[in-house]
């Protein structure tokens, strides 16, 4: 049984390390069927920094097929040249399903190559919906869930946000691969990583800040408060570390916002670093400070408060249960001082996501 994965952005390269590992144990062990993968790398994400490290630190294997798709300011673009590579290669190889994740443009376009080719689709991470359609990311999970055949679900949730739109066939409770990951490499990253030695910063004495979605990083007033509120936030005793992603770099320099960042020592922004060296920052940070989907869940996993800032959510358990708080861009300080009660999540699994997805991919 030969399974096409598609994978193009950091968190897919990190949730298909644990699928593949998962098949790479099925096959040592149950062995019937054997399941073959051929992997795709649509290349969006192309900068040495947000690639390199990742395949490099989580052991995954070189790519069957590598593309060039990333750098693109046009959307439309990409996506063309994506689903042009992945249906030629579909075409070529005739896998029996096509494994897609997460919400990128990577996800939608394996998702559409594969229903062109009248492959099966199965899609991990499905029914997760933050109800905002301004963001490409929604967009993306909605158009692949109705065209999947298998939706593995991180939690129930999800599965009722399907049934909501009449999705019932094909759905299963998996539990989340990234909670695989964080229990898989984080024991890694504890032995491994130095990278608090190397920043000079102490366990729980210093913030840590992601951002890189469109929404703030392609809007210049929303990205000036986010710096605004970082400075401020950020003290000698306590700074705010910020991995730079090459996108928000690239608009800082656009927006003449670069000299802002730097009335502010204590606002350090670094390079990116790979996934390992990311676990021991979240772990150990005071307070996470993000836009990213995966780094909100992320947090709650080594349980370190997260303040988001965007409006919405497609993670609204992490809220609930006190665990994140949402600031979008206006709210980020009061956010801070706050401190919700805070109660257990028990819907992401026992670490054995992974394990599940494989089984029902061989069930058929």
């Known amino acids: 049984m030969k399974i096409a994965t598609i994978i193009g952005a950091r968190p897919q390269f990190i949730k298909s390390a644990i699928v593949s590992q998962a098949i790479e144990a099925h096959n040592k062990t149950s062995g019937y069927p054997n399941l073959e993968e051929y992997l795709v790398h649509t290349g969006q994400h ?46 070529e190889t005739r896998p029996d399903g096509v ?57 129930r949730l999800a599965i009722q946000n399907l049934a ?5 066939k094909g759905v299963f409770y998996t539990g989340d691969v ?25 366990s729980k004495e210093f913030h840590l800040c992601t951002v890189h979605r469109a929404e703030n990083t392609d809007n210049p007033d929303r990205i000036e408060k986010i710096l605004i509120a970082l400075i401020e936030i950020a003290k000698p005793q306590k700074p705010v570390i910020l ?19 730097e ?12 996934y390992l060296d990311m676990l021991m920052l979240e772990k150990n940070a005071a307070t996470i400070l993000t836009d990213s989907g995966g780094i909100q869940k992320e947090a709650y996993f080594f349980r370190t408060p997260c303040i988001t800032l965007r409006e919405e959510t497609e993670w609204n358990e992490t809220v609930a249960a006190g665990w994140n708080q949402l600031a979008g861009t206006n709210k980020i300080l009061e956010c801070l001082e706050k401190s919700p009660e805070k109660s257990e999540i028990d819907d992401y699994g026992n670490g054995k996501a992974a394990d599940k997805i494989v089984k029902e991919i061989v069930n058929g």
């Open 243 to 261: 991995p730079l992603h090459p996108r928000t770099k690239r608009k800082l320099i656009q927006y003449n916002l670069k000299t802002l960042t």
């Open 263 to 274: 009335k502010n020592p204590s606002l350090r922004l670094i390079d990116p670093v790979d």
């Open 178 to 202: 990234m909670y695989d990951a964080a229990l898989t490499f984080g024991k890694i990253a504890a032995q491994n990583s130095k990278i608090l030695e190397s920043l000079g910063i102490q």
């Open 99 to 155: 494994l897609v994740y997460g919400d990128t443009y990577s996800t939608l376009a394996g998702a559409l190559a594969a229903s062109l080719s009248h492959i099966p689709l199965f899609h991990v991470e499905a029914g997760l919906r933050s109800f905002n359609k301004q963001m490409p990311e929604e967009v993306n999970r909605i158009v692949t869930d109705h065209l999947s055949a298998k939706l593995f679900c991180p939690s």
């Open 46 to 91: 192309y900068d040495p920094n947000m690639n390199d490290i990742f395949f490099q630190s989580l052991s995954i294997k070189t790519p069957d097929l590598q593309l060039h798709n990333g750098g693109l300011t046009n959307p439309a673009k990409m996506l063309s040249g994506m689903l042009t590579g992945i249906e030629k290669a579909l075409h």
């Open 164 to 168: 909501n739109e009449g999705i019932a």
